[in-house]
């Protein structure tokens, strides 16, 4: 049988901060033991689990890996607007005129990442 892939790690300054940024974009919570200052915080969300660990490196470069949201109950735009309002900032912007394209949003930690357009809004 081939691995698995048990979580995506993702190093950063504060665990336990970035995790709490990244439970609430994906509507879930932290781990029941994790705590503020812990080196390491876990989100469990359907289809996927983020391993936060805090390294002493701050980040210097673009991600060379990333995370693609698709929304589920709203827009691809009332989810940008959302996860902006938690504390992501706008790195760059993709829609098209047609309604197509993405946007990338920067978490708390500068890490980039993608907001698609919702399976609604594909299928439209």
Same mark, same amino acid.
């Given at each position: 049988?081939?691995? &698995?892939? /048990?979580?995506?790690?993702?190093?950063?300054?504060? =665990?336990?901060? +970035?995790?709490? !940024?990244?439970?609430?974009?994906?509507?879930?919570?932290?781990?029941?033991?994790?705590? $503020?200052?812990? $080196?390491?915080?876990?989100? #469990?969300?359907?289809?996927?689990? &983020?391993? !936060?660990?805090?390294?002493?490196?701050? #980040?210097? %470069? #673009?991600? /060379?890996?990333? &995370?693609? +949201?698709? $929304?589920? *109950?709203?827009? /691809?735009?009332? @989810?940008? @607007?959302? +996860? /902006? =309002? &938690?504390?992501?900032?706008?790195?760059? *912007?993709?829609?098209? $005129?047609?309604?197509?394209?993405?946007?990338?949003?920067? *978490?708390? @930690?500068?890490?980039? !990442?993608? %907001?698609?357009?919702?399976?609604? @809004?594909?299928?439209?």
């Amino acid at each position: 049988m081939a691995s &698995l892939v /048990r979580h995506v790690t993702i190093d950063c300054a504060d =665990a336990y901060a +970035l995790g709490s !940024f990244w439970a609430r974009v994906l509507d879930t919570s932290l781990g029941e033991d994790d705590e $503020p200052g812990d $080196p390491e915080a876990l989100v #469990k969300a359907p289809g996927i689990v &983020l391993l !936060f660990v805090t390294v002493a490196e701050a #980040k210097t %470069v #673009k991600n /060379r890996v990333h &995370l693609d +949201l698709q $929304p589920q *109950d709203r827009s /691809r735009d009332a @989810e940008v @607007e959302r +996860l /902006r =309002a &938690l504390g992501a900032g706008l790195v760059s *912007d993709h829609r098209r $005129p047609d309604g197509t394209g993405w946007v990338t949003l920067a *978490d708390i @930690e500068g890490n980039e !990442f993608c %907001v698609e357009r919702s399976a609604a @809004e594909r299928t439209a």
